[in-house]
Structures are given as C-alpha cells and as structure tokens.
C-alpha cells in the first residue's frame, strides 16, 4: 500500500531513518542549545515559516520534509511553523491536553521528527487504529459546535479505539492528519521525548483549490524573500 493510501485510510504514515546521521547530530546540537536557555518558561519553542531564514538547520530539514511530503502524497499543503517540544516527568499531566485522546478543533497535517530515540518511557506520540479522517471530519465540525471549551482539541471519548505507540529511532519521522485520535504518551521518571513538530495547512484533497493555492504561493514568495534579502 502506497504512502498516499496509507495516509487516506488511516491517517498517518512513518519514514525511518529519513535523516542520515550527520544531520542528526546537527539537530541534536541545535536542539539542545536552543533548551539551554534559562529564560525559557515552557518546553515548547515556536518557529514561525517568516523566520526560518534565521536557523538554516531549520530550512534545511523543512525543504527536505516537504519535498518527501510532494512525493509521497497527493494534497497540497504550505507550512505554517515549526515547533521544538522537550517534554518531561515533570511536564506530563494525565487528564490534560495534548497527554488524551483528541482530535484538533483545526484540521492540520503534522510531521513529528524525533530528534532522539524515543522508547516507552519516554512518551511516544500515539495514534488510533481504524479510524477514518474522512468520517472524523464530519465529527470534527459538529464538535467545534458542541465541545466542552478545549481551545485546540476535541476530546474522544470513543472506549473500544486501539491505540498505537509509536516508538522509533532518532531521525524518525511520523506524517499524520490531526482528524486520527491522537495524544502524547506519559513520560516516566527519566524519560524525556525531543521532537520537532511542523504544522502545516492542507487541503486534504486532490481537488484544485484557488484560494488555497493564491495562500500557498504567497507563502512559498514570502519565504523566498526572506531568504533573499535577509542573508547574513
């Protein structure tokens, strides 16, 4: 079955060993250096697309995700930001968001790419088996109607779903539609999961969208002036 299929059937699809070791390191040193600072207030470190030009690494390994990304599915998407997530004991709390099952309240195409290995007890990203994007869809906006409040996701509250932890090496990366169940397993004592998460808007459709192509192209120019006129 084909990654496109794949994606369509059950929301989500993985590549391993999609960065060679040396971009590894790079990305270790990166990430870890941008956690060394003590002003930070969060594990979280957010990237907008206006400022990649900034972090070369950054660039690198989004033009390298969405070049795989054109190739292995058929929907267009332009990135919306980037973000680093260091997530601890200390940070997991079990009955909040992002740590239960959900769905986005905005449709999104994600890519999480493990910045380390990430086992058991580190919390990997976990996923429901079985589940349909299509018909969540459906869900999805007569929920954004009737949730409880949740500012970013949809609690799921289907009990017979089998979810899926998806443990993987370094250099990993996980491509899914926000419209599967998903949440972020809890990290136990001395586990720690690193990733990096980029966002993107798609149109989850093969059908031409204008103004979604108008949105992607000034996206795409915006990038490529930044880039342009902003060298060092």
């Known amino acids: 079955m084909s990654k496109q299929d794949l994606f369509k059937s059950q929301g989500f699809f993985f590549k391993e060993n999609f960065l060679e070791e040396n971009e590894k390191k790079e990305l270790r040193s990166f990430f870890d250096d941008k956690f060394k600072n003590k002003k930070l207030k969060s594990n979280t470190i957010k990237f907008s697309f206006q400022e990649l030009h900034n972090f070369f690494i950054l660039d690198k390994l989004e033009t390298k995700i969405s070049n795989f990304m054109n190739h292995a599915i058929d929907y267009d998407f332009y990135l919306r930001n980037i973000w680093m997530i260091k997530t601890k004991n200390e940070d997991f709390r079990k009955n909040e968001l992002p740590f239960i099952p959900h769905i ?55 009990e017979t779903s089998q979810f899926k932890k998806l443990t993987f090496k370094a250099g990993t990366i996980i491509c899914f539609d ?48 930044n880039r342009i006129f902003n060298k060092n």
């Open 104 to 158: 986005d309240k905005k449709r999104y195409l994600k890519v999480f790419l493990y910045v380390d290995d990430v086992e058991e007890n580190d919390g990997p990203f976990t996923v429901s088996l079985g589940q349909s994007p299509t018909e969540n869809e459906k869900k999805r906006k007569k929920w954004i109607i009737n949730d409880n409040g949740n500012k970013h996701g949809l609690l799921y509250k289907d």
């Open 178 to 225: 926000t419209n599967i169940p998903h949440f972020a397993g809890e990290v136990k004592y001395n586990g720690c999961r690193k990733v990096l998460r980029f966002n993107y808007f798609s149109t989850f459709s093969t059908n031409f969208d204008l103004f979604f192509a108008y949105k992607n192209m000034r996206n795409r120019i915006s990038r490529l002036k």
